[in-house]
């Protein structure tokens, strides 16, 4: 079993940017894929980035160009950097490691993006 904490979150001015953390209790971190997602107020939770055990990386659309996913395996953690906020990134970003079928979530860290 895996657990998750996020941190990072916080409140930001459009533009601004923010570095999110996720930081696993357990064993073979590596061989997790970790992703994160987040849930906007009123709305589903939306896959954001997800990062492979080779390091592959896949953002979501609305992200690319503007967000960047990493881990560190050694540190058991993985790191979402969002730069250029907008409005519409405010919300809850939750934590996600999967393997074998698999799934388990952080609580989630709150973004709040001012305009």
């Known amino acids: 079993q895996v657990q998750l904490v996020e941190s990072g979150g916080g409140l930001v001015q459009a533009g601004g940017s923010l570095r999110l953390s996720c930081v696993a209790s357990?064993?073979?971190?590596?061989?997790?894929?970790m992703g994160w997602y987040r849930q906007a107020p009123g709305k589903q939770r939306e896959f954001v980035a997800a990062i492979a055990t080779g390091g592959t990386t896949n953002l979501a659309d609305s992200v690319k160009g503007r967000f960047t996913i990493s881990r560190d395996n050694a540190k058991y953690t993985v790191y979402l950097q969002m730069n250029s906020l907008k409005s519409e990134d405010t919300g809850v970003y939750s934590c996600?490691?999967?393997?074998?079928?698999?799934?388990?979530w952080g609580k989630g860290t709150l973004v709040t993006v001012s305009s």
């Open positions: 357990g064993s073979s971190f590596s061989t997790y894929v």
């Open positions: 996600n490691a999967a393997r074998f079928g698999m799934s388990y």
